[in-house]
């Protein structure tokens, strides 16, 4: 089991290379998601999501600290995830790989949104919009290619050699 899971992970690994590349596009994720909330006049934020499960309220200073920090660490554990093991199990060029991995993620998740919906306290009492509609989706959607794209763009599997070390 163990050369099984070590088979999965590349030789090429960087992680703090990804760990940096997962930050960025963590922040372009996030410049797209402020920027989708003005252009479609939903209010949704990943960030205020992630305070309502904390505290129930989004209020907070701390809460709000702490959203942003487990954002940014979501972000960065994506990148470890595509840099260790997907992106060389996925096709196509880098970026087409990102893009992939950062839909695949949305589009895997997304069943879940109906019991966001019934039991996330922020949406249920109307301060962050509901999640299983077409908008949300489609926000989500835009935002998961920004991020996939950076990360694809900006983590480029090279060649492993034991000298560079």
């Not at 960065?76 to 060029?93: C, D, K, N, T």
């Not at 989706?137 to 794209?149: D, M």
């Amino acid at each position: 089991m163990i050369k099984f899971l070590r088979s999965l992970i590349s030789r090429t690994w960087r992680p703090g290379r990804a760990a940096l590349v997962g930050l960025i596009a963590t922040l372009i994720y996030s410049a797209a998601m402020e920027g989708d909330q003005l252009l479609l006049g939903n209010r949704f934020s990943d960030v205020r999501f992630i305070q309502g499960m904390i505290d129930g309220k989004a209020r907070s200073r701390t809460s709000l600290i702490l959203s942003w920090v487990i954002h940014l660490l979501n972000g960065v554990v994506l990148a470890e995830i595509y840099a260790a093991v997907a992106q060389r199990l996925l096709p196509g060029p880098n970026w087409v790989r990102g893009a992939i991995f950062g839909e695949s993620f949305i589009v895997g998740a997304w069943w879940l949104t109906p019991l966001a919906d019934k039991y996330h306290p922020l949406i249920k009492n109307g301060e962050l919009p509901k999640l299983a509609n077409w908008k949300s989706f489609g926000q989500n959607i835009l935002r998961h290619l920004a991020f996939g794209l950076a990360l694809g763009l900006l983590y480029k599997d090279e060649p492993h050699t034991p000298d560079a070390e």
